[in-house]
């Protein structure tokens, strides 16, 4: 069974920054397009940036320009860099695959990491 685990989140202030990681055991992440996703309290999850296999990106509007989605392939890991984080940001986040990066469409590796909380607030 893929094994997605999520890290990097924690409490930090508006406008500050946290970088997550999303390491992946069982599977070879280099040849699927990734994406993270979060889920805000009482709120479905949502897709909010994906990464192709060839490092191509997208984002939807809230985050762009705040936020930058990257992979490492030797590690086997993807990573999300937040910046100017704002209250809104607050959610638990969680990797997996995606079927499409533009536009972006969720996909699914079998299953779900325990994902990383976010709160920012202060």
């Known amino acids: 069974q893929v094994q997605l685990v999520e890290s990097g989140g924690g409490l930090v202030q508006p406008g500050g920054s946290l970088r997550l990681s999303c390491a992946a055991s069982r599977i070879i992440l280099s040849i699927y397009s990734m994406g993270w996703f979060r889920q805000a309290p009482g709120k479905e999850r949502e897709l909010i940036a994906a990464i192709s296999s060839g490092g191509s990106t997208n984002y939807i509007d809230s985050v762009k320009g705040r936020f930058t989605i990257s992979r490492d392939n030797a590690k086997n890991t993807v990573y999300l860099q937040m910046n100017s984080l704002k209250p809104v940001d607050t959610a638990v986040y969680y990797c997996?695959?995606?079927?499409?990066?533009?536009?972006?469409?969720?996909?699914?590796?079998?299953?779900w990491g325990q994902g990383t909380q976010v709160t920012v607030s202060s």
């Open positions: 997996n695959a995606v079927s499409s990066v533009a536009p972006m469409i969720p996909g699914f590796l079998g299953s």
